[in-house]
């Protein structure tokens, strides 16, 4: 009984061995650059940071505006001290105000890129899949996000077969 279990011991290396991983590698980095929703995507961002960027100069110039009349008042010995430092205060949360906004305006500009770059990603991704199947690989390594300390001469770029298939 153990020399059947020592023999099948032995054995199982020799069986994953004889199953080879079949790998490739992609550029997904390269196919986004060349699908034309990334220019729609882009550019529909852009128009949404530009939005966000006028009601920006708007505030902005609002707050410019409070602090050039406060150095004026503050200059002023004869305005009450507890005037000026209500001044301040308003200037601080105008500024406060700013910065939530400008916040909340990056967390929204990120959102934005993420929602209209899904769909893209999830066409690469499809794409990737197929080939991945057709081709009977078993990984697929996406160069573009993962560092690879050495690619031989024989690594497989499934890049172009990718793109083949998203019709680029």
């Given at each position: 009984m153990k020399k059947i279990l020592l023999t099948?011991?032995?054995?199982?290396?020799?069986c994953i061995m004889a199953q080879t991983a079949k790998i490739a590698h992609v550029d997904v980095k390269?196919?986004?650059?060349?699908?034309?929703?990334?220019?729609?995507a882009q550019n529909e961002l852009r128009a949404f940071s530009q939005q966000y960027q006028a009601e920006y100069n708007t505030v902005q110039e609002e707050f410019n505006k409070k602090f050039a009349e406060f150095q004026t008042m503050n200059a002023d010995a004869a305005t009450p001290a507890t005037i000026k430092e209500?001044?301040?205060?308003?200037?601080?949360?105008?500024?406060?105000?700013?910065?939530r906004f400008l916040n909340k305006a990056e967390a929204d500009i990120a959102a934005r890129e993420k929602e209209l770059n899904a769909p893209i990603m999830e066409k690469i991704n499809g794409a990737i899949k197929a080939?991945?199947?057709?081709?009977?690989?078993?990984?697929?390594?996406?160069?573009?996000?993962?560092?690879?300390?050495?690619?031989?001469?024989?690594a497989i770029d499934v890049t172009p077969l990718v793109k083949a298939k998203l019709g680029l």
């Open positions: 099948l011991l032995a054995a199982v290396p020799l390269a196919i986004y650059n060349a699908m034309p929703e990334k220019t729609l209500r001044r301040m205060q308003d200037i601080q949360e105008s500024d406060n105000k700013i910065q080939v991945g199947a057709e081709g009977g690989f078993t990984y697929i390594i996406d160069v573009s996000t993962t560092p690879v300390a050495y690619m031989g001469p024989d």
